[in-house]
T-cell receptor, first 113, second 111 residues
Framework: DTGVSQDPRHKITKRGQNVTFRCDPI?????LYWYRQTLGQGPEFLTY????????KSRLLSDRFSAERPKGSFSTLEIQRTEQGDSAMYLC???????????FGPGTRLTVT | RKEVEQDPGPFNVPEGATVAFNCTYS??????FFWYRQDCRKEPKLLMS???SGNEDGRFTAQLNRASQYISLLIRDSKLSDSATYLC????????????FGPGTRLSVLP
């Protein structure tokens, strides 16, 4: 399968713990996006990378959230000191430079207890 | 007010019906527009881009009115497989890559 992959698919953690999610985009895609989606809502934009550069970051992304894409390939999203309000589906998407169509991964469902 | 708003739904229609979804956006500097489809417990997938001149793809027609900041999606001859949530998406990024998704409108096509 050459689509976008995300790991883990599910994560249950206790409040206050740190979690890290990984996204592997489609191999030739140089743009990578992170979104958060809660039940009944559309995905909310969190951040965007072009190659290894983080070019856009939502105001929703508090200082507890950080994302990296060190070599311009896979990306990680870390949430520090998780709160119950962080419970959501975290989606990763990728696209080719010059094209707007985004291909989404299956998401990581985070539950903070 | 949300930046991208859609019909609240859900829409329950019989097979073969024509159904129209509406979307409005508030940022007049928005650059590009899309409709995505999301099946239950699945990731969103691009249905079609929306162009100023309007565009059609089979049974699906999308329209954009920049002056009114309004986007529409028309589905003709609806099929059971069209049942999904339809997401209106607007790109307003400073570098051209900041996508705002609407809350979605759920469609159920009934036999």
């Amino acid at each position: 399968d050459t689509g976008v992959s995300q790991d883990p698919r599910h994560k249950i953690t206790k409040r206050g713990q740190n979690v890290t999610f990984r996204c592997d985009p489609i191999s030739e895609h140089n743009r990578l996006y992170w979104y958060r989606q809660t039940l009944g809502q559309g995905p909310e934009f969190l951040t965007y990378f072009q190659n290894e550069a983080q070019l856009e970051k939502s105001r929703l992304l508090s200082d507890r959230f950080s994302a990296e894409r060190p070599k311009g390939s896979f990306s990680t999203l870390e949430i520090q000191r998780t709160e119950q309000g962080d419970s959501a589906m975290y989606l990763c998407a990728s696209s080719l430079l010059g094209l707007d169509e985004q291909y989404f991964g299956p998401g990581t469902r985070l539950t903070v207890t | 007010r949300k930046e991208v708003e859609q019909d609240p739904g859900p829409f329950n229609v019989p097979e073969g019906a024509t159904v129209a979804f509406n979307c409005t956006y508030s940022n007049s500097a928005s650059q590009s527009f899309f409709w995505y489809r999301q099946d239950c417990r699945k990731e969103p997938k691009l249905l079609m881009s929306v162009y100023s001149s309007g565009n059609e793809d089979g049974r699906f027609t999308a329209q954009l009115n920049r002056a009114s900041q309004y986007i529409s999606l028309l589905i003709r001859d609806s099929k059971l497989s069209d049942s999904a949530t339809y997401l209106c998406v607007v790109n307003r990024g400073n570098y051209g890559q900041n996508f705002v998704f609407g809350p979605g409108t759920r469609l159920s096509v009934l036999p």
